[in-house]
Each structure stands twice: as structure tokens, then as C-alpha cells.
């Protein structure tokens, strides 16, 4: 029988546990949490939980950006490698019609100001993507 390699942390804050599965999932490593099933993004350096809908950048700190910045940046990190135009984005984030397609320039602008790590590049012409594998 092989032994499954474990790591526990105990009394650990919730961005040092956040910290500590990206790394890890980074690695390759399948990470199990007892009673959780929180769904986590990573981008580069930063955290993005789903459920609790909220960013851990990497200096540790728990962000909790706006209903439309945090869809967009979902939306984003979901698809991390691929380039996407501002109106996919506009129809998949936030389904407001009507909505110039600026907007997004405003949110990008906004998630890179406040969300030390996170990565995202503009593709002149094109639109926007977070780097990765796409």
C-alpha cells in the first residue's frame, strides 16, 4: 500500500490557506479540503474563489471587488491563454444590454489597480486575456 502525502495546516488564516492550494495546485498536487467544496481559480498570483466571491492577491490580503469587476475577472480567469473582445466579455460578464463595451476597459483598469498579482494583458485591437493555458 503507498502512503498519500499529506499537508495540514491548522490555525491558519483563511488567505494563508488560499496561499497555500494554489501553490500546491500549481504544483499539480489534488488538494482536498475536509467539509469544502469551494470552487478556486488561479491566475499567476492570485486566488479567485468562486463561491465566496472574492480574490486573495498575493500579498495576502482577501479582496471583494464589485458584482461586474468580479464577473468579469471570472469570466477572464476562466478562459486564462485566450484573447477576448470586449463585447464576449461584456455578453458573458455581466449581460447588460446596452452597455457600451468601454465599460470593460473601466473594469480591467479597476481589478489591476486593486488586485496586487493579478495579470492582465491588452491585446490592442482585440481585447484582453489573463496569461495561461489556453
Same mark, same amino acid.
Given at each position: 500500500?503507498?502512503?498519500?502525502?499529506?499537508?495540514?495546516?491548522?490555525?491558519? *488564516?483563511?488567505?494563508?490557506?488560499?496561499?497555500?492550494?494554489?501553490?500546491?495546485?500549481?504544483?499539480?498536487?489534488? /488538494?482536498?479540503?475536509?467539509?469544502?467544496?469551494?470552487?478556486?481559480? /488561479?491566475?499567476?498570483?492570485?486566488?479567485? *474563489?468562486? *463561491?465566496?466571491?472574492?480574490?486573495?492577491?498575493?500579498?495576502?490580503?482577501?479582496?471583494?471587488?464589485?458584482?461586474?469587476?468580479?464577473?468579469?475577472?471570472?469570466?477572464?480567469?476562466?478562459? @486564462?491563454?485566450?484573447?477576448?473582445?470586449?463585447?464576449?466579455?461584456?455578453?458573458?460578464?455581466? *449581460?447588460?444590454?446596452?452597455?457600451?463595451?468601454?465599460?470593460?476597459?473601466?473594469? /480591467?483598469? @479597476?481589478?489591476?489597480?486593486?488586485?496586487?498579482?493579478?495579470?492582465?494583458?491588452?491585446?490592442?485591437?482585440?481585447?484582453?486575456?489573463?496569461?495561461?493555458?489556453?
Amino acid at each position: 500500500m503507498e502512503a498519500t502525502p499529506a499537508v495540514v495546516l491548522s490555525g491558519a *488564516d483563511e488567505a494563508t490557506l488560499a496561499r497555500a492550494r494554489a501553490l500546491l495546485e500549481s504544483e499539480g498536487f489534488s /488538494v482536498d479540503t475536509p467539509g469544502s467544496q469551494t470552487k478556486r481559480l /488561479v491566475a499567476g498570483e492570485v486566488v479567485i *474563489d468562486l *463561491d465566496r466571491r472574492e480574490v486573495v492577491a498575493n500579498d495576502g490580503r482577501v479582496i471583494r471587488p464589485t458584482t461586474s469587476e468580479f464577473e468579469v475577472l471570472a469570466f477572464l480567469a476562466t478562459n @486564462q491563454g485566450i484573447v477576448l473582445g470586449r463585447g464576449r466579455i461584456l455578453d458573458a460578464a455581466l *449581460d447588460q444590454p446596452f452597455t457600451d463595451p468601454r465599460t470593460i476597459d473601466t473594469h /480591467v483598469m @479597476q481589478l489591476r489597480r486593486t488586485i496586487p498579482g493579478l495579470v492582465i494583458e491588452t491585446v490592442r485591437g482585440v481585447g484582453y486575456r489573463i496569461p495561461g493555458s489556453g
